[in-house]
């Protein structure tokens, strides 16, 4: 049919042209165990798509059985970390206030609910230490609100592997990401951000 649209068909092109300039980093099958699956690092996602892609269940399972910012996905023996890099006092108690930072483009500090200790299961798996081969995913946003309003989507950074951890309720853990993030995502997860 476009075939007889030469207009149409240039068209086409120039808006794909337009949007190939704004590309600022291309998703890529996330590193290790996972690679096969639906979902992609440096992609984003909303918290129903990561209840879909970790096989955690359909689109009908509602996207506060994660609400904690983690999933663990038994098909996938894996667990999904979602953090929000900006948090306030409006939308997180004084316990939730947790201290997630980029410390690089390949390390990120993370820390786990206030309740879990560091000889937990949860902890143990986190850590690499139940003997599981558990993957860990994380996916990172800046803010709770997207710019309509509504929850703002995550970006996946791929797997990562603990590399330290320090404390006990919350534990906090360092991981070291198996694709560096891209520039966007680091300039603001840093912590010399502003």
């Known amino acids: 049919a476009l075939a007889d649209e030469p207009a149409a068909r240039e068209e086409f092109r120039q808006v794909l042209d ?4 704004r590309v600022r980093h291309v998703a890529r099958p996330i590193a290790g165990r996972l690679h096969d699956e639906a979902l992609r690092a440096h992609a984003h996602y909303t918290r129903e798509e990561i209840v879909v892609g970790m096989r955690h269940g359909g689109f009908r399972r509602r996207p506060d059985a994660i609400r904690e910012g983690v999933l663990f996905s038994e098909p996938l023996n894996a667990d999904a970390l979602l953090v929000t890099l900006r948090k306030n006092a409006k939308g997180h108690s004084p316990t939730t206030m947790y201290r997630d930072v980029a410390i690089s483009e390949t390390l990120f500090h993370w820390e786990t609910q206030s309740t879990t200790s560091e000889d937990s299961p949860t902890a ?3 850590l690499g230490l139940d003997g599981s081969g558990a993957e860990t995913v994380l996916f990172v946003r800046e803010d709770r609100a997207g710019e309509f309003g509504a929850g703002a989507p995550y970006l996946c950074l791929g797997t990562a592997d ?3 951890h320090e ?6 853990i360092d991981w070291r990401l198996r694709e560096p993030m891209p ?10 951000r502003p």
Not at 18 to 21: F, Y
Not at 167 to 172: A, W
Request: glycine share 16%; aromatic share 8%; net charge positive.
């Open 124 to 126: 143990r798996r986190y």
């Open 18 to 21: 337009v949007a190939a300039g």
């Open 162 to 164: 603990c590399v330290g």
């Open 183 to 192: 520039a966007e995502a680091w300039a603001r997860a840093s912590v010399a």
């Open 167 to 172: 404390g006990s309720r919350p534990v906090g």
